[in-house]
């Protein structure tokens, strides 16, 4: 099984064991599928039903079952959360989750090695993949210069012509 990371703890919240987290995704929305979170305690992962969910100021404050003090949740602080894969929210065709880019390989429009994608940066307008090759290139997330995106084969073919214009 594969777990996804969703976001991190970042401090302990009041008396009663809640605590803040910081959620990787932009649409907070999608938390509100998720029931439970995992997260890697001595290599192994452990589930933590979610019994609160509260947003505020970019921030959610989670109250996790049988954990109700700040003793208890001290190890989480730090700690990355994930979810199941198979408990992501379905995506349209044409989306796609961050991790998924992530080290997919880019080729050209004549197949030629570009480089490997390792970050995608959310900029409110298109989401921008940071490609690392030869040199370091950003390619834009639109129709224009990405002509397939293909996960079974980590495949990303971009025009690189209409990205040098």
Not at 80 to 104: A, F, H, K, M
Not at 138 to 156: C, F, G, H, R, T
């Amino acid at each position: 099984m594969r777990f996804i990371p969703v976001g991190r703890v970042i401090a302990g919240h009041g008396l009663n064991g809640a605590v803040k987290f910081q959620y990787y995704n932009e649409d907070v929305d999608q938390f509100g599928f998720y029931t439970s979170l995992y997260a890697d305690i001595g290599g192994r992962q452990t589930k933590f039903n979610l019994t609160e969910v509260r947003f505020r100021k970019g921030f959610f404050y989670l109250k996790l079952e049988d954990l109700n003090s700040p003793e208890k949740i001290s190890f989480l602080i730090n700690q990355e959360l994930s979810v199941r894969e198979v408990d992501l929210p379905l995506l349209d065709n044409d989306e796609y989750y961050d991790y998924q880019l992530i080290g997919l390989n880019v080729v050209n429009h004549k197949h030629e090695p570009v480089g490997v994608v390792t970050q995608v940066i959310h900029t409110g307008v298109n989401d921008i993949l940071t490609v690392t090759g030869r040199e370091e290139i950003l390619v834009p997330m639109v129709e224009d210069l990405i002509s397939k995106i293909d996960l079974q084969n980590a495949l990303i073919v971009i025009d690189e012509d209409t990205l040098r214009l």
